[in-house]
């Protein structure tokens, strides 16, 4: 007999909306008659292998919207990345706990580590669903228009920005904004959007879609300074040189500095400000500009809260919900995916685990400027509907001179 039970699960780095596809997921599954039971596992994986559950079967309706309001994981998340042998031992879990449908919500390495557990079970012959539910603040899965996430870390990035160009403009000098996106330019491209006059910043965007050159680099700023008196540039946190070495790796040994590594050997690039350090004191003593401040944003971006997307929102939700009904409607494994369909509107489709697991996604070329430094009006008008409703605006005195009497 069927046992009727669901598992839910949330891994990678926290999104102000990874909670509405989670709550998505529970509520929409509590809607078939034959599901019995809706469990979550704490922590992603690790709460599988270690079989630290929760009955989200108990929780109230009404709890359930609070908390998928909230930003961040409410089921807690991890970093594990899942071999073959760690993938056996969650198979071993959901078929001991007779789990029927298992939702993973996460990123690149969450929708391999659904591939994996779906393989497993094919071969066991067990009745297993495996559906990848997409979140990433990077934008970087492959098949999908964008990704859960992104808008209002996206949102986050312009509105930055945006303030952070009315104070460079009040006290004039040159402003670093690091961003996180280790492979994918999409959040530091976001910056764009926070301009409205011509001469607002940001002035400079480096991707790490292009190589950086970090004379090239100081060349752009010191044109740009010359030009506004003033330069507020963004830059990802992934920029690289041409042999695909970090430059935050790069200034640092410049400097006799050893940079810190994760569990996974990747130069660690989130939750440190040594590319921001970097970079401003190149800044100040070649060009020497005096007055040379940088910040990095690192993980305010994720789950900034009251700074999110109600379109972000609303799709977050969708795609929970359209994740059980592929799962038991259509009775099929795979990836949900985003497609845009009009301006604006989207649709859901299911993707084959193949293609879309360890995979990624980079900006096309057609969204960034052939300068490198800035982006199109193709990205601009590709990711402003995704922002949402209600972005405060900026305004200047029209500031009419009055003559001078003393030093004419």
């Known amino acids: 007999m069927p046992s009727g039970k669901i598992l839910v699960a949330q891994g990678g780095g926290p999104t102000a909306v990874i909670n509405q596809s989670l709550v998505g997921v529970v509520l929409e599954s509590r809607r078939f008659q034959h599901v019995t039971r809706v469990y979550g596992a704490l922590h992603g994986v690790r709460g599988i292998v270690n079989e630290e559950f929760v009955d989200l079967t108990q929780e109230t309706s009404h709890n359930l919207e609070l908390v998928a309001a909230t930003p961040s994981s409410a089921l807690g998340s991890t970093r594990d990345k899942p071999d073959i042998a760690y993938c056996q031992q969650i198979f071993e879990v ?14 690149n390495d969450s929708s391999d580590t659904v591939r994996i557990v779906s393989e497993e079970a094919h071969k066991a012959g067990y009745p297993l669903r495996c559906i990848h539910i ?15 996430g992104f808008p209002s870390a996206a949102r986050f990035v312009a509105q930055a920005f945006a303030g952070a160009n009315l104070d460079n403009a009040a006290l004039p000098g040159v402003y670093v904004g690091v961003v996180m996106g280790r492979h994918a330019g999409f959040l530091t491209a976001a910056s764009a959007l926070g301009k409205k006059f011509p001469d607002d910043g940001p002035h400079l965007i480096y991707l790490p879609e292009r190589v950086f050159v970090l004379e090239q680099f100081l060349a752009d700023v010191k044109a740009t300074y010359e030009k506004y008196g003033r330069c ?32 996974h050997g990747n130069v660690q690039l989130s939750g440190t400000g040594a590319l921001a350090d970097l970079l401003c004191d190149e800044i100040k003593v070649k060009l020497g500009i005096k007055r040379v401040r940088g910040d990095t944003f690192g993980y305010l971006q994720r789950s900034f809260i009251g700074c999110v997307s109600d379109v972000d929102q609303r799709e977050a939700r969708e795609v929970g919900e359209k994740a059980v009904q592929f799962a038991i409607w259509g009775d099929r494994d795979g990836s949900v995916a985003i497609k845009r369909t ?13 293609d879309v697991a360890g995979k990624t996604r980079t900006m096309e070329d057609e969204f960034i400027s052939a300068s490198g430094t800035d982006v199109t009006d193709a990205f601009r008008l590709y ?25 004419p």
């Open 134 to 148: 997409p979140k990433t603040i990077d934008n970087d899965l492959v098949g999908s228009d964008h990704t859960p």
């Open 342 to 354: 009009g301006f604006y509107s989207v649709d859901y489709e299911l993707l084959p685990l193949s």
């Open 94 to 107: 959901l078929r001991a706990h007779e789990i029927e449908h298992f939702f993973y919500i996460g990123g």
């Open 232 to 263: 507020v540039i963004a830059v990802s946190e992934g920029i690289h040189d041409a042999s695909g070495e970090p430059i935050a790796s790069l200034l640092a040994k410049q400097v006799g500095n050893e940079v810190e590594r994760d569990a």
């Open 383 to 407: 990711l402003r509907p995704l922002l949402g409703s209600g972005i405060p605006d900026a305004f200047r005195l029209r500031a009419a001179k009055v003559a001078k009497v003393l030093k």
